[in-house]
Every structure is written in C-alpha cells, then in structure tokens.
C-alpha cells in the first residue's frame, strides 16, 4: 500500500488541536505498538475517549483507526520484510521455496495484526443469517471466490459462484436484502468487480468486501471490510502474495459459521459425503 501514515502526521501536526497532537505523538514515537494495539488501547493509554482517537484518523484522511493501522503497518514493516526477503537468480530451489514459505507465514502474521474483531464478527453475522451468499472475484480472485464456495456449500449454506463476469453482474442484479454478495479484489479497483459490487447495493443485499486497499472504491464502499496485508518481490507480485492472507480469512469465516451452526454443517457435510462415495462405486 503506498499510504504514508507517519508523513500524513507530521504533515497535518501544525494544524492539530492539544489532543490530537498528543495522539500523534504517541504513534510517532511508538508506531510499532500501534499496529498492536486497539482503539480502546490508545485512548486507554492517553486517558482520551475512542471518539477521539477515531476523529484523529479521519482527520489525517483514513476511514477509521483500523485504516490508519493497515496503512502504518504496511509502512514500517515493508523495508524490514524486503531486506529478508529477497529472492536472488542465484538461490537454490531450497532456499527460494524457505523465503516464499517465510514471506506466506509473514502475509498471515502481518494480516492477523490489522484485522478488526468487530468486523469479522459483522460479517459472520451477515453470512449466517443470509438466504443466498454469492461469491464474486475476477482473475486470481476468482480462484479465492471458488475456494470460498467450496467451502460454505459444505456448511450447508446457499452458496454461489460464478466465473465469468457477465454472468456474476446478471446473479448480483437478482440479489435481494435477504442476501449478501461477497467482492474479492487485492487493488479494490477492479472494474467489473465495482460493477457488480454496484449492483448488489442497489439491490438492497449486504456486501463484504476483501481487499489491501482500504481506500481503494471497495474498501470505502461495502458494508464490512477484510483487509490482508501482502508484499511484493521481483518474481512474485503483492497481489499473488494477498492469496494467502485472503483464503485464511475465508477459513475463518467458514469455521465460525460452522461452529454456529454445527448442526446444520454436519447435516450438510454427510450428505456431500454420500453423494461423493455413490459416484464411486
């Protein structure tokens, strides 16, 4: 991500009230606690309100204080990452395949710290009580958006996906305010997926969103979004990277949804089973 956290501090400081000066100071000085820390934690630490710190980010151009931390977090951690990770022409196929290992369980590390806890139970929340859940992705995307499906139609969920997108705009225009359309993006810019993101709202269903960008169109425009965090190197772009962190995060939604609904899960899974095992014999 290319936002500047810290320059956008120090760029707006002069013009920051007593509090709001006192809230910089402290992310300027301590910036790799604040991508471990919640909202209550800082004011906690500063003896402010939340309200406070949370108008301090939307003062300094983010959406909110997980915005801001997703930004601060990619910013600090990129050079440190890029030093260890750096894949040379002349690595042998053990050391390549330890440094993408290293930089997969890094994508996961660095995800699980700037996820919001509020928003994966919102979007729990919206998955389980949904009559109908599409799954929408383009490109590498829709590798993830299959993977999703795979996995909540084996919880029993009414499930679905589609891989061409001219047929993912025509599901998303019948979608209803009983259903919740799920875009997948690493930039949050991809076109056909804002279209249909578009469609869906106008039709009244709930959407989650997945990208890298919290500015991004969909970071700024779905009812609940999921942020991964990704690095890129030469031979592996950031958007192959933000794989890992996103199918992760459709493992923790499927399994949330499954312990909430474990009969139904279980139900759903022995009859896939006998399906699969009639086929075969």
């Avoid at 599901?171 to 359309?181: C, G, I, K, M, R």
């Avoid at 609904?261 to 095992?277: D, M, P, Y």
């Amino acid at each position: 991500m290319t936002t500047s956290c810290l320059g956008k501090i120090r760029s707006y400081y002069a013009r920051l009230s007593e509090k709001e000066k006192k809230i910089a100071d402290y992310i300027l000085e301590n910036p790799e606690r604040i991508i471990h820390s919640t909202i209550n934690t800082v004011a906690e630490d500063l003896n402010v309100a939340d309200a406070t710190v949370f108008r301090f980010c939307k003062r300094i151009g983010f959406k909110g204080y997980q915005a801001m931390k997703i930004a601060l977090a990619s910013e600090i951690m990129t050079p440190i990452q890029q030093i260890h990770e750096e894949i040379n022409e002349q690595d042998n196929e053990k050391t390549v395949t330890e440094k993408i290992f290293k930089s997969n369980i890094r994508t996961l590390e660095n995800t699980l710290q700037i996820l919001d806890s509020s928003s994966i139970k919102k979007a729990v929340e919206l998955l389980l009580h949904a009559q109908r859940i599409e799954f929408y992705g383009t490109g590498g995307s829709a590798v993830i958006a299959m993977d999703a499906y795979h996995k909540f139609i084996r919880a029993g969920m009414k499930a679905f996906v589609f891989s061409d997108s001219h047929f993912q705009l025509m599901s998303a225009s019948q979608l209803t305010e009983h259903d919740v359309a799920v875009v997948i993006s690493h930039s949050g810019t991809n076109k056909d997926t804002l279209r249909i993101l578009k469609t869906a709202k106008a039709n009244g269903a709930k959407t989650i969103g997945m990208t890298s960008f919290p500015k991004s169109p969909i970071g700024q425009n779905v009812d609940v979004a999921l942020y991964t965090i990704s690095e890129e190197t030469e031979y592996r772009s950031e958007a192959l990277a933000s794989r890992i962190g996103q199918l992760s995060l459709i493992d923790a939604l499927y399994v949330n949804i499954a312990i909430l609904n474990k009969e139904k899960a279980k139900n759903s899974l022995e009859k896939i089973r006998n399906a699969i095992s009639e086929t075969r014999m």
